[in-house]
């Protein structure tokens, strides 16, 4: 299986203050009236590390407000009013031009809120546990940024701008037809897909994990030492869509999403991957064609070919009893 981790930092959601000119910042990217990148909307009733993002870069903006996941009506009320402040439609929806407008570039020897926003997406997003959230971009956070754009493809420069932060922030998935939550029920709903019930994690099979997305919750994931290490996740939207465009011509049977015991860095512990089982009525326990049919599927849905493997393309190995498919 393959790369990354979140967490739900718990603070009491505060009203906001927007300040009349906010000190000293990093320049934001030089952009035009239109954002350059398809970013995923977050707006009031969403939550997850995403809006963890938002609400750092809130506060490095100026604005006073709790860090907590949850885009109550303190952050609905400081998003507006940074989006009345720099020219842009005020409707309360984090889309691409407010998201490239907040965000900041930062690099080695930056202090500030966004370097939390960064670190807080590492640690918790992408299972780079070494870095701590302390807002201190010193030669860890380097190395973790420098290891994430590699992974990505991005230029390993160490420096979070425009494309970087793209890559960190969820939206960076193509976009779907509903919330994380409404495509999680619409899963559950559907008679083609269904979801093993049996893990290794304590309240981490498959299920389970739906039936928490379903409800705006974490879920429970393992990590490559324990499959019970007390971690949670958010599932992404982009796995979430892509599942979903799959069960619309094809049944197959999910044997594993976050939970479970999986490689150091595996997408599954980032919310990212999903195994097949069965695919179509056929069993995926032995190589044979539905493996090939089962992966073409994914890579049509939008997985990563480099990170979606079966008992024919299966460079870490490990694969020959299932297919496993990933996303960005």
């Known amino acids: 299986m393959s790369v990354r981790l979140p967490l739900l930092l718990t603070v009491l959601l505060a009203g906001c203050a927007a300040p009349s000119a906010p000190a000293s910042l990093s320049p934001t990217p030089t952009l035009g009236a239109q954002s350059v990148l398809t970013w995923q909307a977050l707006r009031q009733g ?29 952050t609905d ?38 370097v939390r926003a960064v670190q807080d997406q ?9 870095v701590t959230v302390d807002g201190v971009f010193g030669s860890g956070t380097n190395t973790a940024v420098r290891d994430f754009q590699t992974k990505r493809g991005l230029s390993a420069d160490g420096v979070v701008g425009l494309n970087t932060w793209h890559a960190l922030v969820t939206g960076a998935s193509t976009g779907g037809t509903g919330t994380t939550a409404s495509l999680a029920q619409s899963i559950l709903n559907t008679s083609r897909v269904t979801l093993g019930t049996s893990s290794s994690t304590t309240n981490g099979n498959p299920r389970q994990n739906m039936l928490d997305t379903a409800a705006g919750r974490a879920v429970t994931r393992g ?7 007390g971690l949670t996740v958010y599932l992404k939207k982009s796995m979430l869509q892509g599942m979903y465009d799959m069960s619309r011509s094809n049944s197959f049977y999910v044997t594993s999403i976050a939970g479970g015991v999986h490689s150091t860095y595996s997408d599954h512990y980032a919310g990212l991957a999903f195994d097949i089982g069965i695919w179509n009525g056929v069993s995926l326990s032995s190589p044979n064609s539905a493996h090939t049919a089962a992966r073409n599927a994914c890579l049509a849905a939008g997985s990563d070919p480099g990170q979606t493997f079966n008992a024919y393309y299966d460079p870490p190995g490990g694969h020959s009893n299932h297919v496993h498919c990933a996303w960005n």
């Open 223 to 229: 990590c490559a030492s324990n499959a019970n290490c």
């Open 122 to 130: 590492l640690r918790s997003g992408y299972g780079y546990t070494a």
């Open 77 to 114: 009320s400081a998003v507006r009013s940074f989006q009345s402040a720099n020219g842009l439609t005020v409707d309360g929806i984090v889309g691409g031009n407010t998201w490239e407008k907040l965000i900041v570039t930062v690099r080695q020897g930056d202090s500030s809120n966004a």
């Open 46 to 74: 969403d939550s997850g590390r995403d809006v963890v993002t938002l609400q750092y870069l809130l506060r490095h903006r100026g604005y006073t407000l709790s860090v907590d996941g949850a885009f109550g009506s303190g």
